[in-house]
């Protein structure tokens, strides 16, 4: 079947014509830290825009004073907000979940209007083609960090099909999205049970105190459970199995322990960023040659690193290193920490990014806009040291978790990648929905 010609346009054009609107956030002049609250209408940030999703892991809220008072910030089904400063390619469109909530500040927001020309939800997958991305960074301004403004944002060239063919390239692009979601939501149950079981065996001690009451632990086998004392003793972290000692990550884990210089360096890395990590979510890193590689991106990772941003601890910029591809680096921005035995990783991961341990490095987090707490602070992070035997025990069950959150998060690149490659023949008419159905399952 022929394609129809495709309308060569602009996304600010498109707005127009629809009735829409490209709109920055509120300046900090108009919404102060001071107004965030515990509770309240969320506020959708840069940080909280992970994967083309919005994180709610470390989301700030306000009252409804302020969402009254910004209710021309207000997120309508479909709109679409962008990061407009760093890595200025991030966006989510809102889901019925955010609707009513605020853009805050550091991002634009687009209202694309009533779809006549170009459908809300075909916009939104336009917008993440690799060509539109390349596009964004090349005109971005700024010498130290990319910024998007709303001209910039409104001449993002399009180029759009007919309505039916904007519906198909939905469709596929909206399947693979919904397996993608699906491997997210697997992977946020894994962690779960990983850190559930972490709690119940390290900070309640469950088993040990089953075995002081004379019964039998739950969940686990009797060999297993052999493994730990019946009675407790007094340690500086208060109440502790005995044989157990108080002490912190530093006994079970090395401190920014590989890096390169560029005389050593490999020709090209794999840059895992900053703000391409949220709660064990990461962004694609990014590949360059090493002389082209940000200036931060000289921290070696291997398998078994544990990585805690450094910079606003609270916007939870964790994650784990299941496996390390040659040349994997991340930003200096990161504590890297890497376990002193091959059993300890879970256990240090596990113990690092527990909410109370993020939310002491926030608590210590100083120096004004960017707050931040020196690497060591994570090294120091108290915790039990239990016995090797348990160590060994609790890395059997809890590793394969992490390896297969690994594994969904490198399945959901490869539907990302497919969905990125398919999308350019979508929208010119040279793949149609039958064919593009057939791909998507010999890839599923």
Request: net charge neutral.
């Amino acid at each position: 079947m022929q394609s129809e010609a495709l309308l060569s346009t602009t996304l600010g054009a498109i707005c127009e014509q629809q009735g829409g609107t490209i709109q920055t956030g509120p300046f900090g002049s108009q919404l102060h830290a001071s107004d965030y609250a515990a509770s309240g209408t969320p506020v959708v940030m840069p940080a909280d825009i992970v994967g083309g999703r919005v994180s709610t892991a470390a989301i700030a809220r306000v009252g409804i004073e302020h969402v009254e008072r910004l209710s021309q910030h207000q997120l309508r089904f479909n709109d679409i907000v962008f990061s407009r400063r760093g890595d200025v390619t991030r966006f989510a469109r809102v889901t019925a979940r955010e609707v009513g909530w605020l853009c805050g500040t550091g991002c634009i927001k687009v209202r694309t209007g009533t779809g006549t020309i170009a459908l809300p939800e075909w916009i939104s997958i336009a917008l993440a083609a690799p060509e539109v991305k390349d596009w964004l960074v090349r005109h971005a301004v700024g010498a130290t960090m990319p910024n998007l403004n709303t001209s910039i944002l409104g001449a993002v060239p399009l180029r759009v099909p007919p309505i039916e063919q904007q519906r198909e390239a939905v469709e596929v692009c909206f399947a693979l999205d919904d397996r993608i979601d699906l491997l997210r939501q697997t992977n946020a149950t894994l962690e779960s049970i990983a850190q559930a079981l972490f709690k119940s065996w390290f900070i309640d001690f469950d088993p040990v105190r089953a075995k002081a009451d004379g019964r039998e632990p739950e969940g686990m086998d009797a060999a297993t459970a052999a493994l730990f004392p019946a009675e407790f003793e007094e340690s500086a972290l208060g109440l502790i199995p005995k044989g157990w000692s108080a002490g912190s990550l530093a006994n079970l884990s090395m401190l920014n322990a590989a890096s390169w210089t560029r005389r050593r360096a490999p020709a090209e890395v794999t840059y895992v960023d900053l703000a391409g990590v949220k709660s064990n979510v990461f962004d694609p890193p990014q590949r360059y040659r090493f002389a082209d590689a940000p200036s931060r991106a000289r921290r070696s990772l291997r398998a078994g690193d544990t990585l805690v941003g450094t910079v606003r601890p609270g916007n939870r910029s964790f994650g784990f290193i299941a496996e390390a591809e040659p040349g994997l680096t991340g930003s200096t921005g990161f504590a890297v920490l890497s376990p002193t035995t091959s059993f300890g990783a879970a256990f240090v991961y596990l113990s690092a990014t527990r909410d109370e341990n993020i939310d002491r490095l926030a608590a210590l987090a100083d120096g004004g806009a960017y707050p931040a707490v020196r690497p060591e602070l994570v090294h120091s992070t108290p915790c039990v040291v239990p016995s090797e035997v348990v160590l060994r025990a609790f890395h059997s069950v809890a590793s394969p978790l992490l390896v297969s959150i690994a594994a969904n998060t490198q399945r959901g690149r490869t539907l990302g990648e497919l969905r990125d490659t398919l999308l350019p023949r979508l929208i010119s008419g040279k793949l149609r929905l039958p064919e593009a159905e057939a791909a998507v399952e010999a890839v599923a």
